[in-house]
Nanobody, 123 residues
Framework: QVQVVESGGGLVQPGGSLGLSCTAS????????IGWFRQAPEKEREVVSC????????YYRDSVKDRFTVSRDSGKNTVFLQMNSLKPEDTAVYSC????????????????WGQGTQVTVSS
């Protein structure tokens, strides 16, 4: 029984920062990737960032490179997404998910998804 829970969403002004946390439990070592995804109203869900539990490899979509940082805490089964220099176009529901590997993450073919947390960037 894999469970994924996100937290940390909220309202922030443009240029501000926000941190999201994802805690996963109940999964075995065959699931090696954790990803952050987002979906805005009437838009398709997109990959924000992926991180490999196996070797620490990371991926960021171009629009968030140099602004977002993903990190992991294996002892607590937690992944953190630090979001800096936020823009209104970052507004979306952000979801965390666990999957088999980085390829699965890039393709959004993940095994278990969290409930999502709202991030709103507005003045």
């Amino acid at each position: 029984q894999v469970q994924v829970v996100e937290s940390g969403g909220g309202l922030v002004q443009p240029g501000g920062s926000l941190g999201l946390s994802c805690t996963a439990s109940g999964f075995s070592s065959d699931l090696t990737a954790i990803g952050w995804f987002r979906q805005a109203p009437e838009k398709e869900r997109e990959v924000v960032s992926c991180i490999s539990i196996k070797d620490g490899e990371t991926y960021y979509r171009d629009s968030v490179k140099d602004r977002f940082t993903v990190s992991r805490d294996s002892g607590k089964n937690t992944v953190f997404l630090q979001m800096n220099s936020l823009k209104p176009e970052d507004t979306a529901v952000y979801s965390c998910a666990v999957g088999y590997d980085m390829i699965a993450c890039l393709g959004q073919a993940m095994d278990t998804w969290g409930q999502g947390t709202q991030v709103t960037v507005s003045s």
